[in-house]
T-cell receptor
Framework: NAGVTQTPKFRVLKTGQSMTLLCAQD?????MYWYRQDPGMGLRLIHY???????AKGEVPDGYNVSRLKKQNFLLGLESAAPSQTSVYFC???????????FGSGTRLTVV | AQSVTQLDSQVPVFEEAPVELRCNYS??????LFWYVQYPNQGLQLLLK??????LVKGINGFEAEFNKSQTSFHLRKPSVHISDTAEYFC?????????????FGPGTSLSVIP
């Protein structure tokens, strides 16, 4: 089925470890986004991309890096994980606006 | 910059009763408005959106929302709720002038439908 796929779905990291979250979409969408969801705070934008090879900072970019080497993939990296990065991470993509987002099913990350 | 306020963090309602979930936004520019729904352990789905024109917008699953520019509100309503409507609902806003959707979300309202 067409859509947005996130891997992994769950992950537990130790403080200081690094990891990469992968987002892949097969809808040929131009725009891709990474959000984190925390209780009572809704979704907050971490980074986004308006096209292959481009990235930009969102509301809460500190501690994260991203890359968009291919149009269909958007990677989110944590170089040195901290407990404050425990969250559910959602990737989304969109086409010519304003059609709204298509979301992935999320990655639940716990940093201990 | 835009921001979104959802006045109720939790809304319990009996099955077949009407419901209204409140949303207010703040923006210095013209905006697009959205409501998304998140069922347990799932991603978010677009429920409806306001772009321009008629202030009453109809969405999926019998939901509708009304845009009120003077009150900067975009409240979500359903005349008769179902058990299956139990979910988290997010109001969201984006700048209508940019070429892409950079959406700002509210904190969410948890709707619980009681049998």
């Amino acid at each position: 089925n067409a859509g947005v796929t996130q891997t992994p779905k769950f992950r537990v990291l130790k403080t200081g470890q690094s990891m990469t979250l992968l987002c892949a979409q097969d809808m040929n969408h131009e725009y891709m986004y990474w959000y984190r969801q925390d209780p009572g705070m809704g979704l907050r934008l971490i980074h986004y991309s308006v096209g292959e090879g481009t990235t930009a900072k969102g509301e809460v970019p500190d501690g994260y890096n991203v890359s968009r080497l291919k149009k269909q993939n958007f990677l989110l990296g944590l170089e040195s994980a901290a407990p404050s990065q425990t969250s559910v991470y959602f990737c989304a993509s969109s086409s010519d606006r304003p059609y709204g987002y298509t979301f992935g099913s999320g990655t639940r990350l716990t940093v201990v | 910059a835009q921001s979104v306020t959802q006045l109720d963090s939790q809304v319990p309602v009996f099955e077949e009763a009407p419901v209204e979930l409140r949303c207010n936004y703040s923006s210095s520019v013209s905006v697009y408005l959205f409501w998304y729904v998140q069922y347990p352990n799932q991603g978010l789905q677009l429920l409806l959106k306001y772009l321009s024109g008629s202030t009453l917008v109809k969405g999926i699953n019998g939901f509708e929302a009304e845009f009120n520019k003077s009150q900067t509100s975009f409240h979500l309503r359903k005349p008769s709720v179902h058990i299956s409507d139990t979910a988290e609902y997010f109001c969201a806003v984006s700048d209508a002038k940019t070429s892409y959707d950079k959406v700002i979300f509210g904190p969410g309202t948890s709707l619980s439908v009681i049998p």
